[in-house]
C-alpha cells in the first residue's frame, strides 16, 4: 500500500516487532530463563511510547491512502493502551507462573495494544473492521486461559458469542454505509453523503448503516444495551485479563466510535447526539443500579465500567470542545487507567490471599494492612468522583463540559446522580474495610510486582489532581478529529 511516511505509522511497527520477539524469545529461552520474558514485554512498551512522544504535537495527517490518521485522539489512545499494557503486564508475571504458555500470553497482550492502536487510528472501514477483530482475537484467547478453570473457559465462550454476533452486525452496518457513500474511506463517504444523487433514495441505509455499527463500537465500549458479555466475562477471565479489558479495547472502542460519528454524521438527517445521549444515560444507570447488589469484586468492577463509559459517552455527545468536550473525555480516560488498575491490582493481591474474589475479603483490612487499607481507599474516592483524586477532575470537566453546552447540561446532573448512586457500592468497601468488626487476616506476601503498581497508581491518582496541569495542556493540544 503506498505511504508518504512510514515514520507516522512506527508505533505499530514496533509493536508488532516486539510481539514476535516476545514470542521468539519464549521459544528460545530455556525454561529458567523465562522469567525475561515479561521483562521484554513491559519494557517494549514503555519503549513504544517513543514513537508515539516524538510525533505528539504534529500537524494531524494520514498514511496510505487516508485510512490510517496521525493526530492527537489516535496518538493519546496509543499512549494510554502501551501504559496499560505494561501495568498488565507487571500485575500477571506472577499470576501466571506456572502456565504452561507463559511467554504467549505476553505477546498476546501485546499484539492486543496494537490492535488498539490501529483501531484508534482507522479512518477506514476494511481498517476498522480488521483492527476490531485484531482486538477481540487476542480478547477471546486471552479471556479462556486458564483452560483448567470451567469459568475461564465459559469466559472466552461467552465473549466469542456476543463478539461474533456484534462483528456480524457492524459488518452489514458497514456494508451499507459503503453502499451510500460508495467508499471505504470514512472522509470520502461522509463527502459524498452530504451530497447526495437526488433520487438515489441512499439516505435510509446510510443512517441504518451507522446505527448498526454503533452495535460493534457499543459491544467494545460496554455500553447499553450492549453490555451483556461483561459481567460474565470479568468474572470469569483471569483478574490480570479482566483489569486489561477494563482499560484498553474500551479505549480502543471509544475512539473509533468518536471518529466515527465526528466524520460521518453531517452526512445524516440522524439525531445521533441524541441517541447516544440516552444510551449514555441507561448506560449510567443500568451499571451503577446493578453493581449495588453484586458480591464479586469483578462482578461489581464489571459494572462499574459500564457505568463510567456513560460518563465518557457524555464527553462525546457534547462534542469535539477544544477546551472542555474531547479533552474531557482524555482527562477522564487518563484517571480511569490509574484508579480503576489501582484498585483491580487490589483484588489480585487479596484474592491471592483468599483465594477467591468476594467483596467479603476486604473485611477488616484496616486492621490487618492499614496502609493497603488507605491505598484501596483513595481508589475507591476516585472512582466515585471525591476530591483530592483524578477522578474527581475527570468528573469536572466532563460535566462542565455538559453544563457549557447547555443543550445536554441535563446529562450533568443525571452523572451527578449516578455519582450519588456509586458512592452506596464504592463506599461498602470501604464500611467493610474499616467499619467491619470480624477479626480479619493480615494478607500475605502480595504476588511481585503487585505492590509497586499498588504504589503507582495511587500516586498516580493523586497527583493527576494535585499537579492536573501537564494533563490538562496536553489534552488540549489534541486537535479535531480529522
Not at 433520487?199 to 451507522?210: E, I, K, M, Q
Not at 466510535?257 to 441524541?274: A, D, I, K, N, Y
Not at 445536554?408 to 446522580?417: D, M, N, Q, Y
Request: hydrophobic share 55%; glycine share 8%; net charge positive.
Amino acid at each position: 500500500m503506498p505511504y508518504t511516511n512510514l515514520q507516522s505509522f512506527a508505533p505499530e511497527i514496533w509493536l508488532c516487532v516486539l510481539g514476535i520477539l516476545v514470542l521468539c524469545a519464549d521459544l528460545i529461552l530455556p525454561a529458567r530463563r523465562r522469567a525475561a520474558v515479561p521483562v521484554l514485554a513491559a519494557v517494549g512498551l514503555l519503549v513504544c511510547l517513543k514513537p508515539v512522544l516524538d510525533l505528539w504535537g504534529g500537524a494531524p495527517s494520514t498514511e496510505f491512502h487516508g485510512s490510517f490518521a496521525i493526530d492527537g485522539l489516535s496518538l493519546f489512545i496509543k499512549a494510554f493502551a502501551m501504559l496499560a499494557g505494561a501495568i498488565i503486564i507487571v500485575l500477571s508475571v506472577d499470576f501466571f507462573r506456572r502456565s504452561p504458555a507463559y511467554g504467549e500470553f505476553f505477546s498476546l497482550v501485546v499484539f492486543l495494544v496494537l490492535g488498539v492502536s490501529l483501531l484508534a487510528g482507522a479512518t477506514d472501514l476494511v481498517l476498522i473492521y480488521l483492527s476490531f477483530e485484531l482486538v477481540s482475537l487476542t480478547s477471546y484467547l486471552l479471556a479462556a486461559w486458564n483452560k483448567k478453570d470451567p469459568k475461564s473457559n465459559e469466559a472466552g465462550m461467552k465473549y466469542f458469542i456476543y463478539g461474533a454476533a456484534a462483528s456480524g452486525v457492524m459488518l452489514y452496518g458497514m456494508t451499507l454505509v459503503y453502499a451510500a457513500g460508495g467508499s471505504t474511506n470514512l472522509l470520502v463517504a461522509a463527502g459524498s453523503m452530504m451530497k447526495p444523487v437526488p433520487g438515489a433514495g441512499l439516505a435510509l441505509p446510510a443512517a441504518l448503516g451507522l446505527v448498526l455499527m454503533l452495535v460493534g463500537f457499543g459491544y467494545k465500549v460496554s455500553m447499553v444495551p450492549f453490555h451483556a458479555w461483561a459481567p460474565d466475562v470479568y468474572e470469569g477471565s483471569p483478574t490480570p485479563v479482566t483489569a486489561l479489558f477494563s482499560v484498553a479495547p474500551k479505549a480502543g472502542g471509544l475512539a473509533v466510535l468518536t471518529r466515527v460519528l465526528f466524520t460521518l454524521s453531517p452526512g445524516f438527517e440522524l439525531p445521533w447526539q441524541m441517541i447516544i445521549a440516552v444510551l449514555a444515560c441507561l448506560t449510567m444507570f443500568v451499571g451503577n443500579l446493578l453493581a449495588i447488589r453484586q458480591t464479586d469484586i469483578k462482578r461489581m468492577l464489571a459494572y462499574s465500567s459500564i457505568a463510567h463509559a456513560g460518563y465518557m459517552l457524555i464527553a462525546v455527545v457534547v462534542g469535539p470542545d477544544e477546551l472542555w468536550g474531547m479533552p474531557g473525555l482524555l482527562i477522564y480516560l487518563a484517571a480511569y487507567l490509574f484508579m480503576n488498575l489501582g484498585l483491580f491490582a487490589v483484588a489480585i493481591a487479596l484474592e491471592r490471599h483468599t483465594g477467591n474474589a468476594a467483596i467479603e475479603s476486604f473485611a477488616g483490612l484496616a486492621k490487618t494492612a492499614p496502609a493497603l487499607a488507605i491505598l484501596t481507599f483513595i481508589f475507591l474516592l476516585s472512582l466515585t468522583g471525591i476530591p483530592p483524586t483524578a477522578g474527581f477532575l475527570g468528573k469536572l470537566y466532563i460535566f462542565a463540559a455538559a453544563i457549557k453546552s447547555r443543550q445536554w447540561a441535563w446529562l450533568a446532573v443525571v452523572g451527578i446522580v449516578n455519582s450519588v448512586i456509586s458512592l452506596y457500592y464504592y463506599m461498602n468497601i470501604a464500611r467493610l474495610m474499616y467499619f467491619d468488626q470480624r477479626p480479619g487476616e493480615r494478607p500475605g506476601t502480595a504476588p511481585v510486582g503487585v505492590l509497586p503498581v499498588i504504589v503507582f497508581m495511587a500516586a498516580g491518582t493523586l497527583l493527576l489532581f494535585l499537579f492536573p496541569e501537564m494533563l490538562i495542556e496536553a489534552a488540549r493540544t489534541v486537535l479535531m478529529v480529522r
